[in-house]
C-alpha cells in the first residue's frame, strides 16, 4: 500500500517533469546547452559497460575531431559538417557499443563563450542514436573562454550516455578515471567481478586566460594509477586492461624510430612525434602495473601506426575530424573485443572512404607494404 502510493507520487512528479520538459524543449530550441545544464540528471545508477551475450565488445576510437575551428568563417563551421559526415558513417558501418573520444573534440583556444555549444552539436549523432562514450580531453580543448570542467558539464548533461567522470578534484587535469568492464549478464552469477579495465588519464596542455600549461600526465596521476591498479588488482586479480590518453609520452619518439623495422608493427607513419613535455613516468608506471594490454592515444594527426613499448601494444590513431592541421584521409581506430581471447587482441582503421586498413597485429609478417 505504502509502497504504491510512494510509486504514484513518484510517477505524477516525473509526469509534471516531463511536461515541464516537453514546454522548455519546445520553447528553447535555440538554447539547448543551456536547457541541459538546468536539467542534471544523477548518473549514480549508470549501467555497466558489458560485453554482449556472443562476447563481444566493439569500441570505436574518435581522434582529433577539432570541432568549432574558426568558429565565425564560412570554413569552420564547413569543416564540422564534414566531420559530422565521417562520424555518422563510422557509426553505421561499425555500429559500436561504445565510442572513445581520445581528446581534441573541439579547437578551444579561439572559442566565444559558447564554446560548449560545439560539445553538443559534436555529440548530437552519437545521442540521436543512443551512443554511450568516454572521452580523455587534449590541448586544444581548452582556451581563455572555455575549460575543461565545462566540457564535462555539458558531456555529464546527457546522463547515462556518457561515462566520461573527474574522480578526484584534487589532482591535475580533469579526465583522469577507470572504467570496469563486465561480461554480459548472467543471474546465475551472485557477485560478479569485472573482466577488464580502461583507464583514462589527461595530459593536459593547452593555451587559456592564464598562458601555456603543463603539456603531461601529472607525476601525482602517475602515483593514483600506481595507487589505484594496485587496490584494483588485490581486489579483483589481475585483469587485461586498455589505456586512453591524447598527447603520447616520450618514449613514443624511440618506437617510431622502429616501427618500420620491427615486422610486426605497421600503420601511417607520416608526422613528427610531438610527446608529453615532461617525462613523469607512466610508461614504466603502466608496464610495472601489469595486466595492461595497449595504450591508445592521439595528437599527432599524421601518425596512425601500432607497435610495441616493452609487452605492451602501442597506438595512435589518425586525425577523425576536419578542424586541425593536415589532410590525411580521415579515419577512425575499431577495437573490437572477443571476451574469449582478451590475451590477443586486434583492432584496425576504418577510412572515411569505407576501406579497412592497417590491420594489427599485421596480418601478414612477411609482406610489407
Ligand atoms: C558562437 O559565437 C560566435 C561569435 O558570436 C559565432 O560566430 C558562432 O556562430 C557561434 N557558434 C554557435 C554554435 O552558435
Ligand atoms: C572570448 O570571448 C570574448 C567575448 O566575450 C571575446 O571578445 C574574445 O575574443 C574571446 N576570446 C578568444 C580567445 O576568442
Ligand atoms: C552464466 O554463468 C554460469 C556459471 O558460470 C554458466 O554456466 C552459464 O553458461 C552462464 N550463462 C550465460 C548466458 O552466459
Ligand atoms: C598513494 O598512496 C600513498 C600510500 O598510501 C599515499 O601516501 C599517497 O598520497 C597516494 N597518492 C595519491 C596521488 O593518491
Ligand atoms: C617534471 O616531472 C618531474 C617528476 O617526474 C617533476 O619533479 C618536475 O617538477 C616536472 N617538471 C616540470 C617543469 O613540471
Ligand atoms: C591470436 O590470434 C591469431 C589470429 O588473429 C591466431 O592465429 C592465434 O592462434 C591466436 N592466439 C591465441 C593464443 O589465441
Ligand atoms: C604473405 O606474404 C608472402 C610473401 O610476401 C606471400 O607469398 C603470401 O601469399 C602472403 N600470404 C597472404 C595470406 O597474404
Not at 545521442?127 to 580531453?137: L, T
Request: overall charge negative; hydrophobic content about 35%; some cysteine.
Amino acid at each position: 500500500m505504502f509502497h504504491s502510493l510512494g510509486l504514484s507520487i513518484i510517477s505524477i512528479m516525473l509526469s509534471v517533469l516531463c511536461i515541464f520538459l516537453a514546454v522548455s524543449t519546445c520553447c528553447n530550441s535555440g538554447s539547448h546547452s543551456r536547457l541541459r545544464a538546468s536539467v542534471p540528471i544523477p548518473n549514480k545508477a549508470q549501467p555497466l559497460v558489458r560485453f554482449n551475450v556472443n562476447g563481444k565488445l566493439k569500441i570505436v576510437q574518435f581522434a582529433d575531431l577539432h570541432y568549432g575551428e574558426a568558429p565565425d568563417t564560412d570554413w569552420g563551421p564547413a569543416a564540422d559538417i564534414k566531420s559530422r559526415r565521417v562520424i555518422e558513417d563510422a557509426l553505421q558501418w561499425e555500429n559500436p557499443d561504445f565510442v572513445i573520444f581520445t581528446g581534441d573534440q573541439v579547437t578551444g583556444e579561439l572559442m566565444y563563450p559558447n564554446g560548449t555549444d560545439y560539445i553538443h552539436i559534436l555529440l548530437t549523432p552519437f545521442v540521436e542514436k543512443g551512443y554511450r562514450w568516454a572521452s580523455v580531453y587534449g590541448n586544444h580543448d581548452i582556451g581563455p573562454n572555455l575549460t575543461r570542467l565545462e566540457i564535462l558539464q555539458a558531456e555529464q548533461s546527457y546522463g547515462d550516455l556518457c561515462y566520461t567522470k573527474q574522480v578526484r578534484t584534487d589532482l591535475p587535469g580533469v579526465t583522469n578515471y577507470f572504467i570496469p568492464i563486465y561480461a554480459a549478464e548472467n543471474d546465475t552469477i551472485e557477485e560478479e567481478q569485472p573482466v577488464m579495465i580502461w583507464w583514462f588519464f589527461d595530459s593536459q596542455g593547452g593555451r587559456n586566460q592564464f598562458g601555456q600549461q603543463p603539456h603531461y600526465i601529472d607525476q601525482n596521476v602517475v602515483e593514483w594509477f600506481r595507487n589505484e591498479s594496485q587496490r584494483l588488482r588485490s581486489e579483483w586479480g589481475m585483469l587485461p586492461s586498455l589505456v586512453f590518453f591524447h598527447i603520447p609520452p616520450q618514449e613514443y619518439v624511440t618506437i617510431q624510430d622502429n616501427v618500420l623495422t620491427n615486422q610486426l608493427c605497421d600503420g601511417l607513419l607520416d608526422d613528427d612525434v610531438t610527446p608529453q613535455d615532461n617525462n613523469t613516468g607512466i610508461m614504466e608506471a603502466l608496464s610495472e602495473a601489469g595486466g595492461v594490454k595497449t595504450i591508445f592515444v592521439g595528437h599527432d594527426h599524421g601518425n596512425a601506426w601500432c607497435c610495441f613499448y616493452k609487452d605492451i601494444e602501442v597506438c595512435y590513431n589518425r586525425h577523425t575530424g576536419y578542424g586541425g592541421y593536415g589532410t590525411w584521409t580521415r579515419g577512425v581506430r575499431v577495437i573490437d573485443l572477443d571476451i574469449r581471447n582478451l590475451e590477443n587482441r586486434t583492432n584496425y582503421v576504418r577510412l572515411e572512404t569505407g576501406e579497412v586498413v592497417d590491420n594489427f597485429p599485421r596480418k601478414n609478417v612477411s609482406l610489407r607494404t
